[in-house]
């Protein structure tokens, strides 16, 4: 399948009355930067009266790899139009890509206006007073994901702090890679597992700092669910702590721009309900799972299935997860 602008562009081109009513032309198509699992590109649709912004997420050339585990994207649209049913902030769904449409997996999706990108949200001084409430805002958006009736929902894969340890230990291992850290990380899981939940929720699985909207007035859209799964809904919450996600600023554990307390606060004032001890454990977990996903990245540049100079990039940050790991099990300072 092509990713080149040129192909997109004329598969957007067929779709402008589909998309927008009363609309003939595409314009102003760009991929935008991020992406590394699946693409997201700009655009907008007019017509005598319109000129709509949208956006399509499509998957590229080469993404099989690194598709296991994944729910794919008809899915995920799905998902979305459920949760902005449930009142969580996503984006109005357009048009669920066909066969006949020529663009592959993907869906079209409403523009926010915001900022995704991480290192903006936690160092702007635009969003000083986001950041002031953000953390809440993601308590109070989780809980409602959490919340969301399962009837009626897509079929997903059922996770689990068994499964999810099991899935990643699998998956380290099928590279042949060799890291001392990333074993004792395995081991603390093992022995530290808690009991599986009696009702597995639905949980976003990438809910983090990176796949937010954000404006100045705080969370505008939650985006990105292709990993979205049934099973403990802690594990949003830890994924969103781990350090990777704060960008440089790691005094504030979530997502760079926020305290725990503000976020526990925000999920139980929503009807969230808490196990902190969980919540640690999912960190540990996300923190090896992000390691694990970097080794992912490595793997499919280094066999030639993905030449995207990010991939190789990402690849390389395994290690910063070692360090990361080291400083949740093995505190400075600790007996």
Same mark, same amino acid.
């Given at each position: 399948?092509?990713?080149?602008?040129?192909?997109?562009?004329?598969?957007?081109?067929?779709?402008?009355?589909?998309?927008?009513?009363?609309?003939?032309?595409?314009?102003?198509? %760009?991929?935008?930067?991020?992406?590394?699992?699946?693409?997201?590109?700009?655009?907008?649709?007019?017509?005598?009266?319109?000129?709509?912004?949208?956006?399509?997420?499509?998957?590229?050339?080469?993404?099989?790899?690194?598709?296991?585990?994944?729910?794919?994207?008809?899915?995920?649209?799905?998902?979305?139009?459920?949760?902005?049913?449930?009142?969580?902030?996503?984006?109005?769904?357009?048009?669920?890509?066909?066969?006949?449409?020529?663009?592959?997996?993907?869906?079209?999706?409403?523009?926010?206006?915001?900022?995704?990108?991480?290192?903006?949200?936690?160092?702007?001084? %635009?969003?000083?007073?986001?950041?002031?409430?953000?953390?809440?805002?993601?308590?109070?958006?989780?809980?409602?994901?959490?919340?969301?009736?399962?009837?009626?929902?897509?079929?997903?894969?059922?996770?689990?702090? %068994?499964?999810?340890?099991?899935?990643?230990?699998?998956?380290?291992?099928?590279?042949?890679?060799?890291?001392?850290?990333?074993?004792?990380?395995?081991?603390?899981?093992?022995?530290?597992?808690?009991?599986?939940?009696?009702?597995?929720?639905?949980?976003?699985?990438?809910?983090?700092?990176?796949?937010?909207?954000?404006?100045?007035?705080?969370?505008?859209?939650?985006?990105?669910?292709?990993?979205?799964?049934?099973?403990?809904?802690?594990?949003?919450?830890?994924?969103?702590?781990?350090?990777?996600?704060?960008?440089?600023?790691?005094?504030?554990?979530?997502?760079?721009?926020?305290?725990?307390?503000?976020?526990?606060?925000?999920?139980?004032?929503?009807?969230?309900?808490?196990?902190?001890?969980?919540?640690?454990?999912?960190?540990?977990?996300?923190?090896?799972?992000?390691?694990?996903?970097?080794?992912?990245?490595?793997?499919?540049?280094?066999?030639?299935?993905?030449?995207?100079?990010?991939?190789?990039?990402?690849?390389?940050?395994?290690?910063?997860?070692?360090?990361?790991?080291?400083?949740?099990?093995?505190?400075?300072?600790?007996?």
């Amino acid at each position: 399948m092509p990713d080149d602008i040129g192909h997109v562009s004329a598969g957007l081109q067929r779709l402008a009355g589909t998309l927008v009513a009363g609309a003939r032309t595409v314009h102003d198509v %760009r991929r935008l930067s991020g992406g590394a699992s699946q693409q997201t590109w700009a655009f907008r649709v007019a017509g005598d009266a319109v000129d709509v912004p949208l956006v399509l997420r499509r998957a590229p050339a080469g993404v099989a790899e690194r598709a296991k585990g994944t729910a794919g994207l008809a899915t995920e649209a799905r998902l979305i139009a459920a949760a902005r049913d449930a009142g969580v902030p996503v984006p109005a769904l357009r048009h669920v890509l066909r066969s006949e449409d020529g663009l592959g997996e993907g869906f079209v999706m409403a523009w926010l206006d915001g900022e995704t990108l991480g290192r903006r949200i936690v160092r702007d001084a %635009r969003l000083a007073a986001a950041r002031r409430v953000l953390a809440r805002q993601c308590g109070a958006a989780l809980a409602r994901i959490h919340a969301m009736p399962l009837q009626g929902l897509p079929a997903l894969r059922v996770g689990g702090a %068994r499964a999810e340890r099991q899935f990643q230990l699998d998956a380290h291992r099928s590279h042949g890679t060799v890291r001392p850290v990333f074993e004792l990380a395995f081991q603390w899981l093992r022995q530290h597992q808690p009991a599986e939940v009696a009702q597995p929720v639905l949980v976003h699985g990438d809910f983090r700092n990176g796949n937010l909207m954000v404006d100045e007035r705080g969370l505008q859209g939650v985006l990105d669910w292709e990993l979205a799964h049934l099973g403990d809904p802690m594990e949003d919450l830890g994924w969103l702590c781990v350090n990777a996600w704060r960008f440089g600023a790691i005094d504030l554990p979530v997502g760079g721009f926020g305290a725990r307390e503000e976020l526990f606060e925000g999920y139980a004032a929503a009807g969230g309900r808490l196990d902190i001890a969980r919540v640690r454990y999912w960190e540990v977990l996300g923190t090896l799972k992000w390691g694990v996903v970097c080794e992912t990245m490595a793997q499919a540049w280094l066999a030639g299935r993905e030449r995207d100079v990010e991939k190789a990039a990402i690849g390389r940050r395994a290690s910063e997860s070692e360090i990361d790991l080291l400083a949740l099990l093995a505190p400075r300072g600790a007996a």
